[in-house]
């Protein structure tokens, strides 16, 4: 009863961090919101998984929360791109992500019902995640905020997945993806801020 | 010795040797002639058959466990192994005469590993994780660190990404269906989400179209190998699908769904290549239409299929090659590769231009060249299937031709007093010369692959029977 209750909470938690996320326009607080993210996924996991495993999740998460964090520090003058092709009010955003909880909620009951087993908060959970993850792709040409939109689909998946699939190995590959993603972001938010050297000038 | 060490983690770890210790003189030798040797040991050395030299006998293991599960490489797999190491040596070696050795070969060599470990993986679902792997370090290739990324590099990831899950769980749920055949929903979820999977790996239409965004931001070599290298990768992993699920193959929706999806790939790309004033994007399309090919071959319900697959593979690595060797030669003087920018160059750069239209030609299936007998063999096939397939197919790959020959048509459209001008260097010239007699080569006597096809349809039991 009580696993069940911190489920949902949980699961609150999710919703509220994956809106934040899509709605804040400081990058520290939109890092912020991923970090507390991750805690709910740890604890959603950890429904299906040890906690040791469950525990990599988690430190995964922040890892790339670091590497993004700290690139991000570094650049002073980055320009963020201008997401101007999209109605960008928070009334827009709080709808997005009211549809996408509740295309979750009504959803989870009959994919238990599909696949039993899962438990309902673990669903909707995953369900959410995925869902903000598409809607915050779908709403942004920011390189940060598409890595954030990817980082979040990701997590709702692999919420999912660890109730179906427990192998050591995809638990280290689905790591090295999500660290891949936070590199990657880390290099192509650094791209273009290096002047080009030609080699000539680089053996000089 | 295990094959998985020999052929996944040594390149991998030779890979990340070579972008700390070499520089960018000796990478593409280095690199090249390592792919070379994996390719001849796979030729020569049997995998899982003792071998007696003198007194000494080797045996190379097939599999090794890593983490519970486990990398398996068997006989079957040499001419594999052979095709893919043979084509990436040709490609590393181009690093050279291109000029983009510089975290090429490193990361060629890298990525070339972790699509073999792709192969080998047991369960060969997990493939789908080594194929993200793969695509994330094809990145920085594209976008160097003095370049802003563009929009096609942004949406390649996403969709790449994107395969991922679709595809780990349609598999899950496949296994499903295996245990229960009659349950009809399980089985058409996981047709959707097998199919949104492999749509998002193989840019069906109309998610392709990061590929000819790429083709004007990024390199056209370090583009035309990840043309080369992730559908190959993938068509392997579908075929494993097919050979693993063989009702699959034997439901008409998704036979024809399947069919259906390459056909609009060929169409669509072969029509809107045609329309293009990019040489780049000329080249993405012509790639995309082939892979539509690829997509088609294997909606066909045939045992001819994996013959007429390596078919189109083999020659389209070496037409990708061929092809964005030459552009990567023609774009350092005519950035950014528009016909207004490349008009006449054909007289400063022959041999370039020459092998640019004889590696489109090929992937148009014109005769004599290597594109032409695969194309010839996947008609036969379809013919019987459906005549309305077989003409969209030919209405894409005319629009191909079409494009060719507009490309042809601006690279030879030069004042009648400009003089004929040799500008490539000696190791360009000896590279795109090489390339286009293995096509010629190719197309004359296709019989000379069959050493590697004979022993292919062993990899795939059910496909082949």
């Known amino acids: ?204 | 010795m295990s094959a998985p060490i020999l052929w996944i983690a040594l390149p991998l770890i030779a890979g990340g040797l070579i972008l700390v210790i070499l520089g960018e003189r000796y990478s593409a030798y280095v690199g090249g002639a390592l792919a070379a040797i994996l390719a001849l040991l796979a030729v020569f050395i049997p995998i899982d058959t003792a071998l007696l030299i003198g007194s000494v006998s080797i045996k190379i293991s097939p599999a090794i466990e890593f983490f519970g599960r486990s990398f398996e490489l068997n006989t079957a797999d040499g001419s594999l192994l052979a095709i893919i190491y043979g084509l990436s040596a040709l490609w590393f070696f181009g690093t050279e005469a291109s000029g983009t050795a510089h975290r090429f070969v490193s990361l060629g060599l890298m990525i070339v590993a972790l699509l073999t470990a792709s192969i080998a993986v047991e369960p060969f679902l997990y493939a789908a994780l080594l194929l993200v792997m793969a695509a994330m370090l094809v990145v920085p290739l594209l976008v160097p660190l003095y370049q802003r990324p563009g929009r096609g590099v942004v949406r390649f990831i996403i969709y790449q990404t994107f395969a991922m899950p679709f595809i780990l769980f349609s598999g899950w749920m496949l296994a499903g269906v295996e245990a229960s055949p009659g349950d009809l929903n399980t089985t058409l979820q996981s047709g959707v989400m097998l199919s949104m999977g492999f749509a998002f790996l193989f840019g069906i239409f109309p998610l392709y179209n990061w590929i000819p965004q790429l083709m004007e931001e990024a390199s056209p070599y370090a583009t035309g190998f990840l043309l080369w290298a992730l559908p190959t990768f993938t068509v392997i992993f579908a075929l494993g699908f097919l050979d693993r699920y063989a009702w699959l193959q034997n439901t008409p929706q998704i036979a024809n769904a399947i069919l259906f999806g390459g056909v609009m790939m060929t169409a669509t790309a072969g029509f809107l290549g045609a329309l293009q004033r990019h040489l780049g994007r000329i080249l993405g399309y012509a790639a995309i239409a082939e892979t539509g090919l690829l997509l088609a071959v294997l909606g066909l319900k045939s045992v001819e299929i994996i013959n007429v697959v390596f078919l189109i593979l083999i020659p389209r690595g070496f037409e990708l090659s061929i092809w964005a060797l030459a552009l990567s030669i023609i774009k350092r003087k005519a950035y950014p590769l528009k016909f207004s920018d490349v008009q006449g160059l054909a007289r400063k750069y022959p041999v370039a231009t020459g092998a640019l239209i004889i590696a489109h030609l090929s992937m148009a299936g014109f005769p004599l060249l290597g594109g032409f007998p695969p194309r010839l063999a996947l008609w036969q096939e379809l013919s019987v299937v459906s005549t309305a397939a077989s003409f969209w197919i030919f209405f894409g790959l005319t629009g191909v031709l079409v494009s060719a020959i507009r490309s042809l048509a601006a690279l030879v459209m030069a004042n009648e007093d400009t003089s004929w001008e040799w500008n490539e260097s000696w190791v360009q010239t000896a590279m795109l010369v090489i390339g286009v007699l293995g096509l010629f080569f190719l197309g004359i006597f296709p019989q000379a692959l069959q050493p590697f096809l004979s022993s292919l349809p062993a990899l795939f039991e059910h496909l082949a029977q």
């Open chain 1, 1 to 204: 009863m009580f696993t069940d209750i911190v489920s949902w909470v949980a699961v609150a938690i999710t919703l509220i961090s994956s809106a934040s996320i899509i709605m804040m326009r400081d990058w520290r607080l939109s890092l912020g919101a991923l970090a507390v993210q991750y805690i709910a996924v740890f604890w959603l996991v950890s429904r299906h998984f040890p906690f040791a495993m469950s525990s990599v999740k988690l430190i995964t998460g922040w890892m790339v929360i670091a590497i993004l964090g700290i690139t991000r520090m570094t650049q002073t003058d980055l320009e963020t791109a201008a997401d101007t092709t999209y109605p960008r009010g928070a009334a827009f955003q709080i709808a997005l992500m009211g549809i996408v909880a509740l295309i979750a909620v009504g959803a989870a009951p009959r994919i238990e019902n599909a696949i039993p087993g899962l438990g309902l908060p673990v669903i909707t959970g995953g369900v959410l995640l995925i869902g903000a993850g598409m809607v915050h792709l779908g709403i942004t040409s920011d390189l940060l905020r598409v890595i954030l939109g990817l980082l979040t689909m990701l997590s709702g998946f692999e919420i999912l997945y660890a109730a179906v699939e427990s192998a050591i190995l995809v638990t280290g590959l689905l790591a090295v993806v999500n660290l891949g993603l936070g590199i990657l972001g880390s290099y192509l938010l650094m791209a273009g801020s290096i002047p080009f050297t030609s080699p000539e000038e680089e053996e000089l």
